[in-house]
Nanobody, 118 residues
Framework: QVHLEESGGGLVQAGGSLRLSCAAS????????MGWFRQAPGKERELVAA???????NYYDSVKGRFTISRDNAKNTVYLQMNSLKPEDTAVYYC????????????WGQGTQVTVSA
């Protein structure tokens, strides 16, 4: 069983920054693919950024150049640095882990609210 806990959400003005953190339990964190998803009211959940076991990253087009995903394996933590925030980034942000290769994201955090005011 893997437990994920997000922190760092909040209210920020457009153009501001936030850093989300996700602390993971488990002794094999280095083997997990980690992702950040978000879900805005009335919209489907979407993948914002992901980081592989080897540290390679990919991003949703609308956040490229503004968001950065990183991981600290010594702390079992993954981060999402969000800069130049826009009102359309407002959503609940979820951390997720793919523990078994190819199985998809099967562990999720409880979510943290990010609200960007105009």
């Amino acid at each position: 069983q893997v437990h994920l806990e997000e922190s760092g959400g909040g209210l920020v003005q457009a153009g501001g920054s936030l850093r989300l953190s996700c602390a993971a339990s488990g002794r094999s964190f280095t083997m997990y693919v980690m992702g950040w998803f978000r879900q805005a009211p009335g919209k489907e959940r979407e993948l914002v950024a992901a980081i592989s076991r080897t540290g390679s990253t990919n991003y949703y087009d609308s956040v490229k150049g503004r968001f950065t995903i990183s991981r600290d394996n010594a702390k079992n933590t993954v981060y999402l640095q969000m800069n130049s925030l826009k009102p359309e980034d407002t959503a609940v942000y979820y951390c997720a882990a793919e523990v078994i290769p190819g199985s998809g994201y099967n562990y999720w955090g409880q979510g943290t609210q990010v609200t960007v005011s105009a």
